[in-house]
């Protein structure tokens, strides 16, 4: 009988770690494509130094990462047109028009 004690108690063990780990998945955002391309848009301002890295709390410029992923979002642009919203088609336009000019004016 007391071995079946010790086996009713790691199940709950296991449940409430379930749980624990269920109510950390509620607090993420939603995936989407305007989720997807802002976190990309995000990513390029960190790499082109006007933000601070997260990791190490200082702006650490590195325009040959921030020219990639511009260079990426430019490519999304082009293999899903037509079949954005016009919301995503406005946002992707307007992130890859104010990173192309924020680049250009560090590296002019």
Do not use: C
Request: aromatic share 6%; no cysteine.
């Amino acid at each position: 009988m007391e071995r079946d004690k010790k086996i009713d108690e790691k199940w709950k063990e296991e449940v409430s770690k379930e749980k624990d780990e269920l109510k950390e998945e509620e607090t993420l955002p939603e995936v989407n494509f305007s989720f997807f391309i802002t976190t990309l848009g995000m990513q390029a301002t960190i790499a082109l130094g006007d933000a601070l890295n997260p990791i190490t709390n200082k702006k650490e410029p590195d325009l040959k990462q921030a020219r990639f992923l511009i260079d990426t979002l430019g490519i999304l642009k082009e293999k899903t047109k037509g079949n954005l919203t016009s919301d995503e088609a406005k946002l992707l336009e307007n992130l890859l028009y104010e990173l192309r000019m924020r680049y250009i004016s560090k590296t002019t």
